[in-house]
């Protein structure tokens, strides 16, 4: 068996584990004690993900054949880098490859430089004064972005979220200096995640994410609350060829990105003209892997291994079943979450939801700490339950019946998924195609 270590330990990493177990050997490394990790790893080292000595100690302890990087803080710091020096294969990006997701001001020069399609009208600044004047001296609405990593929350849309002088007033304090100001783009946000390697891009099916923290898209940005994916590659509110274009975009990309290895994200916002990039993620997303690898029939260690190998990666296919996940985050998550609280995961519930449900109901832990005496909170989302079923509706009554795991002290987002609010997606696209 391919010994595989997996440097994360939230969500997104265990539903990597669980795609992996089954063929493999697999270990984790992470900062928290992952339950769900721990409970399918043949071993588990508790460090820095960003930390690239331990990572490459760990992996040479273990004798990793191949290594997958969950968050985009380790390919920052170059793990990627680090385990390929050590003769470790990586399937993440090298830390200059993960610029696209790294740096901002790169990212969008980097697709003006190369005509990617759907590349919206932008301004880099490397001077919060000098971007906040910008902001004050337009009309037009824009999203105002640092350019550096801010874990999805450092964005602020105006005619959305503030007014422009909030916004300029939000680029002077918050202490960046290196700024994006961009077209503000209007439709319906999904994502297109993608492996990579040698210049071959597997586009997977697309998903929604739900960014902000409450019900009705209303609060803060968040890390994510929850996704959704339908039976095949589109989302209801797409046409084949939007999700077609949205692969063009990750094409065009990789033509001119060919050192790229690992997973490509691309964050689209359907506007009335088509896709346009909202942002590029050189990782799985979280949720969103949450929602695609489940329904992968493709082994994905056959995608790591393809990638190490030289072979040209294989083309993955996927069950035929749409997929809902919702989280439970700590109280107070994003802007005053409540760290170090105990909490409980009853894990009867979730497969009581399955078997009411006429579907699957999978439960990955995320950012909780499994000690001695219990289970506890940290600043980030705690768990997922995600309902896979033949259409929406259904899955999305598995999940919601799984979340009854959730003990006191976590929050969820409800509508996630509902019919609802799919129906309110549809019409909004409806509307502005119109
Ligand atoms: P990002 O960190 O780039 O993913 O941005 C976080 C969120 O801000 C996105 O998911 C969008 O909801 C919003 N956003 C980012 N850029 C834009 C834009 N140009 N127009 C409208 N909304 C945006
Ligand atoms: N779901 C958004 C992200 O992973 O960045």
């Not at 270590?5 to 265990?14: A, D, N, P």
């Not at 916004?167 to 918050?174: H, K």
């Not at 700490?369 to 598995?398: K, N, Q």
Request: with cysteine; aromatic share 6%.
């Amino acid at each position: 068996m391919e010994t595989v270590l997996v440097i994360g330990g939230g969500g997104r990493e265990h539903a990597i584990v669980r795609a992996l177990a089954d063929d493999a050997e697999v270990y984790a490394l992470s900062s928290n004690r992952n339950p769900g990790i721990d409970a399918l790893a043949a071993g588990m080292e508790i460090a820095d993900g960003t930390d690239t000595d331990a990572v490459v100690d760990y992996a040479e302890e273990i004798g990793a054949d191949a290594a997958v990087v969950g968050p985009e803080s380790a390919l920052a710091a170059g793990v990627a880098d680090a385990l390929d020096d050590a003769g470790v294969f990586t399937f993440g990006p090298t830390a200059e490859a993960a610029r696209i997701e790294t740096d901002k001001a790169y990212q969008r020069e980097f697709m003006a430089e190369n005509d990617i399609p759907g590349t919206p009208g932008f301004e880099t600044f490397d001077a919060a004064d000098a971007a906040a004047d910008y902001v004050e001296s337009i009309d037009d609405d824009v999203a105002v972005k640092p350019a550096g990593l801010t874990g999805g929350k450092g964005v602020r849309v105006t005619g959305d979220q503030v007014s422009h002088a909030e916004a300029a007033a939000y680029v002077r304090e918050s202490g960046h200096d290196e700024w994006v100001i961009e077209e503000r783009l209007v439709g319906e946000e999904f994502t297109v995640q993608a492996f990579v390697a040698d210049g071959v891009v597997r586009p997977t099916p697309a998903v929604q994410d739900h960014k902000r923290a409450y019900e009705g898209d209303e609060g803060p940005n968040t890390g994510g609350m929850g996704s959704y994916s339908d039976a095949g590659p589109t989302l209801p509110f797409m046409t084949e060829a939007d999700y077609l274009a949205a692969v063009d975009v990750l094409d065009a990309t990789v033509e001119a990105l060919p050192a790229y290895t690992g997973v490509l994200y691309g964050q689209f916002m359907l506007t009335a003209e088509g896709p346009k990039v909202v942002e590029f993620n050189a990782r799985f997303g979280d949720p969103e892997a949450m929602n695609v690898l489940p329904v992968m029939e493709t082994p994905l260690l056959d995608v790591v291994t393809a990638a190490r190998d030289g072979d040209t990666l294989p083309e993955p296919t996927f069950e035929n079943r749409a997929t809902v996940c919702k989280y439970a985050v700590p109280a107070g998550y994003p802007t005053d979450p409540e760290s170090g609280a105990e909490i409980e995961v009853d894990e009867s519930t979730v497969a009581a939801a399955a078997e009411a449900g006429g579907g699957d109901a999978l439960l990955f832990y995320a950012s909780v700490d499994a000690r001695e005496d219990g289970l506890f909170t940290t600043t980030s989302r705690s768990f997922a339950v995600v309902g896979v079923a033949a259409d929406i509706p259904t899955a999305e009554a598995i999940a919601a019946d799984a979340l009854d795991a959730a003990g006191d002290g976590l929050r969820v987002r409800e509508d996630v998924g509902t019919e609802e609010l799919v129906q309110s997606r549809v019409a909004h696209m409806a509307s502005l195609r119109d």
